[in-house]
């Protein structure tokens, strides 16, 4: 028996699923924080990278899955089966999203512009937000923590689409090769998609809390 | 104390609900009746008509928002949190998307073409199908009228989509600049997206629809 | 009264919905095996073949109406309304974009890549999973082949998002005119999502699997 089980045994089995969450904000802050560094210049987006990103898509998978196994075990859980189901499927957007930003960068041969890592940046802010609601969402001791958090995260992907808008205005006037314009477009669609990903799971740990506290 | 706030007290609470959608589907209305006057020509697409648009969208935003907060005050509710939940962030979308399609067609300096015209038309006849379904709905009282609105939402949907297609297999035969085809083919995109979120809300009425009639 | 109405008399009232879900993923299944053909080169992608497509995708848009019908009727379902509502749109989004794929090769006059006969193998072994899973749902009395498709789907999603991903590298790579790697990069993007939206129907089976077995 692994040292997570041990521990499991004893806590309430449907503390399962708060932990479950926890660990699925970490691997999303470690991701975009290791996607942050690879952002910074188009020497760091390498290989190596890339599979750095793989893996911590791959663990998000992972930990999706559990979710849905202890969902099939337990009769009890903290908030309503369909929230956890959707809650889960967001999140796991956001890593599915972020990866493939990263993996056209490297496919499409794109060319490297600073908007990259702009963009990194703000997807760890909302990152980092998404984990603080999902640590203050235990047992719903801290809503207006939360809430802050939501609100937080609703702020930072507004930002992320006026820095788009403008992104994308001035790629047209770029006079760059059309290829390219096809490719840089692609790939800052994937990296907004993701600050959007971000607010729907924002919006759906709100809906849960207007249901439960 | 406003007078809205003040004849609330007289309503039973649970109508709250009806109140706000009401004004959620009287902004889009208005917006999308701009929006036909706006598309008459590329002169009329001004910085003027992009404001325009803009405070719509956050007037939108802002029921939206109050939606939520009053979900978070009431116990009672006319139809399922789950249900009120979908129907904001549906038409929030409509909001959202007509005023990305505006604000793109300028930001992209994309030219003007007679078909932003045709589908101003064609959201503005959907939305005002939708006004009509969600006046009709409440208290239950008129589903064959609700039903014939969703019904009629559906058909323009059709409508639209293929003239959507026709417009997009003309546009790769106009022998235009490419880059003046991958923006006029953005906008297009997101018009035809505007038709899809009314439909996406229709079909949120009819499951409403089906449950408590 | 037509045959099938008369045999319904004599079957429970909430059996109605696995007969009707089972005639959609007939349907799909017939739908993708002509794909299939139609695919195999640039000289079968005929107006018949759109026409056959397009027939196909009104008989599910058809079946979809008759399931929302029986549920304003049954009080009575074998699993939650919701569910039914969301498995039944999901199936329906499967139709509607591999119609979509279709149409578009024609309408862009798209250039043929052996790629779209691949995808469309890919979908049909996708649909006949799906066919499967959802005559083992039947009653709930075969959840571990139900999630073993299950599983299968979401392997070959996997297989499909790798190659999706292959080609649109080697497309960028092609010295194609522009034009005509906008137009396969559409037609591209559209049969992926009909591999995503199978993904998508096979999380709904699975959730419906883990609350009711």
């Known amino acids: 028996m692994g040292i997570s089980a041990f521990f499991r045994l004893f806590q309430p089995k449907d503390k399962v699923f708060y932990s479950l969450f926890e660990q699925v904000v ?87 512009i600073p908007a990259y890592y702009t963009f990194a940046n703000l997807i760890y802010d909302c990152v980092l937000e998404l984990q603080k609601a999902i640590y203050n969402l235990r047992n719903f001791k801290k809503p207006k923590e939360v809430l802050a958090s939501c609100v937080e995260i609703n702020r930072i992907e507004n ?14 006037e770029s006079k760059r090769d059309v290829l390219d314009i096809i490719k840089l477009k692609n790939v800052l669609e994937y990296l907004e998609d993701v600050t959007d990903k971000c607010e729907d799971s924002a919006n759906i740990i709100e809906s849960i809390l207007v249901k439960y506290s």
Do not use: W
Not at 45 to 74: C, P, Q, R, V, W
Not at 159 to 172: C, I, Q, Y
């Open 159 to 172: 930002v992320a689409d006026d820095f788009f808008s403008k992104e994308m205005g001035d790629l047209f």
């Open 26 to 112: 970490d691997n999303l802050a470690s991701m975009s924080k290791d996607m942050v560094e690879g952002m910074k210049s188009r020497e760091t987006i390498t290989e190596a990278f890339y599979k750095k990103m793989e893996d911590y898509e791959h663990a998000n998978d992972k930990l999706s899955h559990n979710i849905f196994i202890e969902l099939g075990k337990n009769f009890i859980t903290p908030f309503d089966r369909e929230d956890i189901h959707q809650l889960t499927s967001a999140l796991d957007d956001i890593a599915d999203i972020l990866f493939a930003s990263c993996k056209y960068i490297l496919l499409y041969k794109s060319p490297y």
